[in-house]
Nanobody
Framework: AVQLVESGGGSVQAGGSLRLSCTAP????????MGWFRQGPGTEREGVAT???????YYADFVKGRFSISKDDAKNTVYLEMNTLKPEDTAEYYC????????????????????WGQGTQVTVSS
């Protein structure tokens, strides 16, 4: 089974920062775009950010200016830097390998997911 290994979740106070990491097998990392989703309590899983093989990015409106997605090709790893965290950012965050949109990076959607990470919890207290 394909494993995307996530790390970096935790508990912070509002206004704080966290960085999530996701490491994929080499053949997955090189073949797919990468993205992050989240699922809060009682809510549907929603797309957060996408990065394509060229490093171009796309963000959901609710994280623009606060979150940053990046990647390290030498480590087959994608990061999600989360700043100015709010209580409403509390969620399980999931890394995903995505079928790339030929038009360029777009908001990640569940139908575009090829593989999921196991999820990592982020809790933001007020």
């Amino acid at each position: 089974a394909v494993q995307l290994v996530e790390s970096g979740g935790g508990s912070v106070q509002a206004g704080g920062s966290l960085r999530l990491s996701c490491t994929a097998p080499g053949y997955v990392y090189k073949s797919f775009c990468m993205g992050w989703f989240r699922q809060g309590p009682g809510t549907e899983r929603e797309g957060v950010a996408t990065i394509n093989k060229g490093g171009h990015t796309y963000y959901a409106d609710f994280v623009k200016g606060r979150f940053s997605i990046s990647k390290d090709d030498a480590k087959n790893t994608v990061y999600l830097e989360m700043n100015t965290l709010k209580p409403e950012d509390t969620a399980e965050y999931y890394c995903a390998a995505l079928y790339c949109d030929p038009r360029g990076p777009t908001l990640p959607t569940i139908p575009s997911v090829a593989y999921w990470g196991q999820g990592t919890q982020v809790t933001v207290s007020s």
